[in-house]
């Protein structure tokens, strides 16, 4: 017995020290699932710069699904019909009278899709900058190509917070996380899209004229060599200046883009999706689907449409059957859907040709050159099967036509284009509200969040 | 090294050896029996008093027990379920005649109260609840412990999520501990951490109501069997639980199972059969022409109409909820063995289905507790559990686009539509929703099957024992293997699958946890002259690890729920953590006499989840207790009993897994992976939460105990709240986990137990309990904010400081508010009672019952709303205003537009329990059966009898979030909670 009960107390004391030398001696638990974003910024490898790369791509086409949804609503080119939330119709179509507010509906406290995503890629961007800085694994022509890219998205994400809060003004000092800069008028954000870009053409002027040193997804397919993606960047700069009234600008532009009087209107970079693990494209809906969520023309395009628009029968899919949503504010109903996309891996553009050829006409209209601006709107008319413009040459008809043309060419992009527009023009009236019993918004407030930082640090 | 240790075990074993010699001058004979019935007591407990000897009585109720001098002395005799006494005995009084009456308020109840000891209850400084077996299944069959608890712990808040089958319930402990998570206690079986988590299902992806809280899935405490349980104590704040540390600080719940006897193996077979109806339904609202022509536009008036008038009617809500589902439950319960080795042994199959069509829960456990004394010196406790639950829950809750759960999609069905299936099997398409719910529900998968192993083991090993003292090393741990195979099923051919680009959905789940935990303890017991000293210290280790992995196919091959049979197959998530935390603790009581019994304590712990892992925070503690009426100068007779006491406690609650970590995310994009940066900055120095928590009742015991009372207050205060820093997203990222609110929660717990009645043939016994909690934020440190539900319009909950973070908030604006919004309501209720009953005639036939009374507390009622919006709220059509807008159109409070519509009252009174049992007499038994039976006992009962609420939903306790610390009141088209009646027959051989 006495050597059992020995045996047993010894099994138990080696068992012990088995167990652990100590059982107080915590192992060090790194994040298992992810790198740290320090693994990138000091001597990152050149795949390393690559995933930080697409990552920037990745945060690029965050603003898509909720801009193309919301700010399309809010300029009636579509309606976001949606019968599990109402909100969808009464909060973005502004029915009874309803405001955007710092946490309104689909946008929550950030500012979602409209504010957050884009500087999301903002600071994406900052941080393969910061890569490329900091690591001795690439060239000086790479790192310039690298940052070019980077400064480019940079300059077109700062446009879509300066458009959503307009004359709120956003930051334009944001590379402290925890030290934001203040707020800048519109105009001021513009200027600093306009330096970025600038900033881009001189980096990708020094990067060499080759193909560029890293791979880039397949919605830069025909724009992954240094040269063209230089004309990517001009091409949203051209955007930029229309925005900053830069007529002149806009032109001179428009000549370092990618913009081809006699090329295909479609051509473009664009967000690619093709499907898991990569998203589906966001705005694809199955033709005549028995569903009650769906992206449907607004009926004021289909009403205010220039019979045989080749754009009309190419864009808007008419279903048998139309959706209907019924609200507390009432019903309404969709009978054509969105016939742009082939299927639900199709690429969504950011920036075709027919927007540039569009700027050209606007910004020769604004400076008084009518038959140039005659001439590019006639490009656009003839593609879409409608004939040469035969209306009136003052600037005012000419900007009323090109405004017009630009609600079918560039109808639904993830932008919001007319509502956009028709705030830059002033017409924010001509948007129509009958259909709806809504109201048109001019801009938002700054998001909660950034109301509830700066209390936080003024305490 | 070896040698080091044989040393030391020689050096204990002569120690061991030498305490045994001593001589004997008297010896000491005695009976025990019950002073009712006058039965011998058989394995009571006879101790020398401030010594270590002790003997235990034989079959016949008697014990002798030798001294070893001429001094006199006291004996202390006891036994489970009775009121301890003690004796005085000397050369001149040998024999003792002890009748020991029965403990009608578990004061002699034993509690844990440190890792490696326990005090009775008598002596206890703070007011820990338990719960016996008979306590918690005694009356009536419920499907998981935590829904045995309800109203019968003071202080706890407990909320189930909805009626689904296979569980799913929140309990808080005194109030919100912490603002993230759920504020949920830790639960100890048998000494084993188990993982009582709500884990992802997939639910609410593939029906896009949003994020994993809202796929209304089980928490995992529904795989223990309730019926194997012994008892449940809960420690409910710091002050009794500090010394379980870093996560403890929403109290500890340790439950105890059963255990086998020595002597006669005894044979228990059980079985329930029983059925379930919804508790309540709210009906639909009938439709008229006139109706259809007020809710419908005017150019879908005419196909309406002409639906109505085919003249089908169908109340949705009775066809898809009220069915009457089959409960059964069998257990078979072997227990016995001898002085050296005791087994307890059960299985249990539970099979319920639920009142849905296809859903249903079936959990199948095994169980194997055995004890073995090596030597007399050495114990060794194992036990072991493999369970296997199996959980279908049907589509029910929030959806977006989907339609996939019934209470949300049949909100806009009207009653002359009919969704039934035609001849041949085909489902009409549902006009009114994306889906049609019938098919969801014939053909939908919604399945959780869990299969876990729970081992626990225990080793006692006196190493020295003397005449007053002795010195005992415990070595205690176990492990906790979870694993979860979860599958959501959408087939391609419904209505919205058919919309979607790749039709069928089949959403694939695999999850493990693998929980360890050890501990090793040296407990030392002396007297210091008059003082029983209780020293004890040791160290603690646990050990977490979680993975997580799901999986998703689209676009499937009819019928088929591979993923291989999926055009696009896609991997939703994986998700490993993996924490190590350990501790020290020490702690020392002192007991003079029963009359002062104090407490210290203090425990260290670290935690790989801190800013710091290396860091060691101390949570002390210190609790005394004085029983009054244990002294000679008392003699108030009536008063038996009479304790003050205070207690004071800190303790920690983790940080969550993650919040140190800044990650690059994976994102794939036209065929390439990016890193990209996520939305929060990890903070490196982030601290655990700590609560405080100061505690002073006192415990009363009237007429020998036949009426006890129970009153307690605490104060318990929270630092180090962790919440999101919302930072400003010019910057690119959302959130940094902050250390910065601070929370406090005071209340009052009243517990009266009586007997009221104590007759040979007819006994009745009450317990009624009272508990209220009143939160306050006492501090925020970040601009104030609102989160939870679904956003001002709906309502939703104010963070700010001087408010409880359980207040409702919504639309429309009012600048005096913090947070700019207007105050309607808060989850908390005011109080909470409950009462139990117990009556008992002629020992044969027992009748108990439970009610619980919540009262205040609102619940933001989002049913209301899509049944509002549908047309199909019962009543909808009705107009109390008769300003010819309908109600369903002008929900108070004017002008019918703001949030308050859907916030409403969620008090109650719910009929928890009702048991009648009849005991078929010992002697009739025998003469039927001759010995081949021992004991047949049968009965009815029945578990949420009645609700009695003004409150406009299936049930006042509903979540769709889950368990949550604060917006765990949002009502969207739960499953209805059932109503189950039992038959029960129990016999034993």
């Known amino acids: 017995m006495k050597k059992s009960l020995y045996h047993i107390l010894y099994f138990i004391s080696l068992g012990l020290i088995g167990f652990a030398c100590n059982p107080l001696q915590l192992d060090e638990i790194e994040d298992p699932n992810n790198p740290s974003v320090q693994s990138v910024t000091n001597n990152a490898s050149r795949s390393q710069i690559q995933f930080v790369l697409t990552g920037l791509e990745s945060r690029h086409r965050g603003y898509v699904t909720n801009v193309s949804q919301a700010w399309n609503t809010f300029g009636r080119e579509i309606w976001y019909l949606n019968a599990s939330d109402p909100r969808f119709q009464t909060d973005w179509l502004g029915q009874g009278g309803r405001v955007p507010d710092r946490s309104y509906f689909g946008f929550g406290i950030t500012g979602g899709g409209s504010y957050f995503a884009p500087f999301q890629a903002i600071l994406q961007a900052q941080v393969l900058i910061d890569a490329a800085r900091n690591t001795n694994s690439i060239n000086e022509a790479e790192r310039n190509a690298i940052e070019g890219f980077a400064r480019m ?70 724009f992954n060599s240094i040269p063209a993606l230089r004309q990517v960047n001009n091409a949203i700069l051209a955007r930029a200046n229309a925005y900053r009234e830069d007529w002149q600008g806009i032109l001179s532009a428009l000549e370092s883009s990618f913009m081809d009087l006699n090329g295909n209107l479609q ?33 004021s395009v289909l009403d205010d449409a220039t019979p045989g628009d080749n754009r009309v029968t190419e864009k808007f899919f008419e279903r048998s059957q139309p959706v209907l949503v019924t609200t507390d504010a009432g019903t309404l109903q969709g009978t054509h859907q969105d016939g742009r996309w082939p299927n639900n891996t199709s690429p969504i553009p950011f920036i075709r040709n027919e927007e540039l050829i569009l700027l050209k006409a606007e910004a020769h209209a604004q400076l008084g050159q009518t038959s140039e601006a005659v001439e590019a709107i006639n490009i656009i008319r003839e593609a879409a099967g409608i004939g040469a413009y035969s209306g009136g040459t003052s600037q005012q008809a000419l900007i009323d036509e090109i405004l017009y043309q630009r609600r079918y060419s560039l109808w639904a992009e993830p932008w919001g284009h007319r509502w956009i527009d028709a705030r830059r023009y002033d017409r924010m009236d001509d948007i129509p509200t009958s259909y709806d019993q809504g109201s048109i918004f001019r801009q938002f407030p700054h998001p909660q969040s950034e109301i509830s930082w700066d209390q936080y640090v003024g305490d | 090294m070896v040698k080091i240790y044989k040393s030391a075990f020689f050096l204990i074993l002569c120690l061991i050896i030498s305490t045994g010699i001593a001589l004997a001058q008297y010896t000491v004979n005695g009976t025990v029996t019950d002073n009712r019935t006058g039965e011998p007591l058989i394995g009571a407990s006879v101790l020398v008093r401030n010594t270590t000897r002790g003997t235990v009585t034989d079959l016949d109720g008697k014990f002798t027990i030798p001294f070893e001098n001429n001094e006199a002395g006291t004996l202390t005799i006891s036994s489970l379920g009775y009121l301890s006494q003690n004796f005085s005995v000397s050369p001149s009084n040998t024999q003792v005649d002890a009748q020991l009456q029965e403990d009608a308020t578990n004061l002699e109840e034993v509690v844990v109260t440190g890792l490696a000891s326990t005090v009775k209850r008598s002596n206890l400084a703070n007011a820990v609840s338990s719960v016996s077996a008979k306590e918690l299944t005694g009356t009536t069959t419920i499907q998981t412990t935590d829904g045995a608890l309800y109203g019968k712990i003071a202080g706890a808040t407990i909320r189930s999520n909805g009626g689904a089958p296979g569980g799913g319930l929140s309990i808080q402990l005194r109030g919100i501990s912490s603002l993230m998570g759920a504020s949920q206690p830790l639960i100890i079986v048998d000494g084993v951490y188990i993982n009582n988590s709500f884990q992802r299902t997939g639910r609410a992806t593939v029906t896009q109501a949003g994020a994993s809280n809202q796929d209304d899935g089980a928490n995992r405490l529904a795989d223990l069997n309730p019926n194997d349980i012994e008892s449940i104590e809960v420690l409910k704040g710091p002050s009794a639980a500090a010394i379980y540390g870093t996560r403890a600080n929403a109290g500890v719940i340790i439950i105890t199972t059963k255990r086998g006897a020595a002597g006669q193996t005894k044979v228990s077979l059980s079985q329930d059969i029983g059925f379930a109806t919804p508790l309540r339904l709210m009906g639909v609202d009938d439709w008229s022409e006139e109706k259809i022509n007020f809710f419908w536009p005017e150019n879908r008036r005419p196909v309406e109409l002409e639906r109505f008038r085919q003249g089908v009617r169908i109340d949705y809500e009775d066809f898809f909820y009220n069915n009457t589902a089959l409960l059964t439950n069998t257990r078979l319960n072997v227990s016995g063995g001898n002085d050296k080795t005791k087994f307890f042994v059960s299985g249990n199959i539970t099979s319920e289905d639920g009142t849905v069509r296809n859903t249903g829960f079936d959990r199948y456990s095994i169980r194997a507790n055995i004890d073995h004394a090596l030597t007399d010196r050495i114990k060794l406790g194992v036990s072991s559990n493999y369970i296997q639950s199996n959980t279908d829950r049907g589509f029910t809750g929030n959806q977006n686009n989907t339609g996939a759960s019934i209470g949300y999609n049949i909100a806009y069905v009207p009653n002359y539509f009919d969704l039934r299936p035609d001849e041949s099997g085909i489902y009409p398409t549902n006009p009114y929703f994306g889906e049609n719910p019938v098919a969801v529900t014939d053909h939908g998968i919604n399945n959780s099957e869990v299969n876990r192993f729970i081992q626990a083991f225990n080793l006692d090993i006196d190493l020295l024992r003397t005449n007053t003292s002795f010195l005992r090393a415990n070595v205690a741990g176990g492990l906790d293997f979870l694993q979860n195979s979860t599958m959501v099923y959408l087939p391609e051919f419904l209505q919205f699958q058919r919309g979607q680009a790749n039709p069928g959905d089949v959403f694939l789940g695999r999850q493990e946890s693998f929980n360890t935990n050890f501990q090793a303890a040296l407990v030392y017991n002396w007297n210091l002259g008059k003082v029983n000293m209780n020293s004890q210290g040791g160290l603690v280790r646990l050990d977490f690890r979680n993975n997580a992995l799901f999986n998703r196919g689209r676009g499937l091959v009819p ?11 896609e991997i939703v998530q994986q998700f490993d953590s993996q924490v190590q935390e350990a501790g020290i603790f020490l702690q020392q009581e002192a007991n003079f006499d029963d009359k002062i019994v104090g407490t210290v304590g203090v425990r260290w712990d670290k935690s790989t989840l801190n800013g710091n892992p290396n860091q060691y925070y101390a949570f002390p503690r210190a609790s005394l207790a004085v029983n009054v009426a244990n002294f000679d100068f008392w003699n108030v007779g009536a008063i038996n009993q009479l304790k003050p006491r205070i207690a004071y406690g800190e303790t920690a609650g983790p940080v969550a897994f993650g919040n140190t970590f800044t990650p690059l995310s994976g994102a794939n994009i036209g065929g390439l992976l990016g890193s990209v940066v996520g939305t929060q900055v990890g903070n490196t120095e982030i601290l655990p939460e700590t609560a405080t928590e100061l505690e002073f009742g006192v415990d009363m015991g009237f007429l020998n105990n036949r009426i006890g009372l129970e009153a307690t207050y605490y104060i318990k205060s929270t630092q180090n709240n962790i919440q999101d820093l919302r930072l400003s997203p010019s910057t690119g990222v959302s959130v940094s986990p902050s250390n910065e609110a601070e929370l406090q929660n005071k209340g009052i717990e009243l517990g009266l137990t009586a007997n009221v009645l104590d007759m040979s043939n007819f006994k009745w016994s009450t317990r009624i309990l009272y508990w209220q909690n009143r939160i306050n934020m006492t501090r925020l440190g970040i601009p104030v904010y609102t989160l939870g539900g679904f956003g001002p319009a709906l309502g939703t909950f104010l963070y700010a400081e001087g408010f409880s973070p359980t207040t409702i908030v919504g639309t429309p604006a009012d600048p005096e508010i913090p947070g700019g919004f207007t105050v309607w309501g808060n989850s908390q209720p005011k109080f909470n009672t409950s009462m139990f009953n117990s009556f008992t005639l002629y020992n044969n036939l027992e009748f108990s019952f439970l009610m619980e009374w919540r009262q205040g507390g609102d619940n933001i009622n989002l049913t209301s709303f899509l049944t509002d919006s549908g047309g199909t709220t019962k009543g909808w059509f009705d107009d109390d205003t008769g300003d010819g807008i309908p109600n369903g159109r002008q929900r108070p409070p004017a002008p019918h537009n703001n949030a308050a519509r859907w916030v409403q009252d969620a008090s109650f009174v719910k009929v928890r329990e009702v048991g009648l049992f009849y005991t078929v007499p010992r002697t009739r038994v025998l003469e039927t059966f001759g010995g081949a039976v021992q004991n047949i006992r049968f009965g009815f009962s029945a578990n949420n009898l009645f609700l009695f609420t003004d409150y406009e939903g299936y049930d006042p306790e509903t979540s769709t979030f889950g368990a949550q610390s604060v917006a765990n009141n949002v009502d969207i088209a739960p499953y209805p909670t059932p109503r189950r009646l039992f038959f029960h027959v129990n016999l034993d051989f």
């Open chain 1, 153 to 222: 998205i940079q300059g077109y994400q700062f446009m879509i917070p300066a458009n959503f809060v307009y004359e709120n003004g956003i930051r334009i000092d944001v590379e402290n996380a925890l030290d934001p800069g203040p707020y800048v008028s519109y105009e001021e954000a513009l200027d600093h899209v306009r330096s970025l870009l600038l900033q881009a053409d001189q980096l990708f002027a020094s990067a060499g004229t080759g193909e560029f040193p890293f791979t880039l997804t397949p919605g830069f397919n025909n």
């Open chain 2, 559 to 569: 019928g088929q729920t591979n993923l291989q049979q999926a055009t696009i197959q």
């Open chain 1, 267 to 299: 051509s473009g970079p664009a967000h690619p999706y093709s499907g898991p693990p990569d998203l589906f494209n966001p705005l694809f809906y199955v033709p005549d689907a028995d569903i009650n969520t769906i992206i449907v023309v607004h009926p």
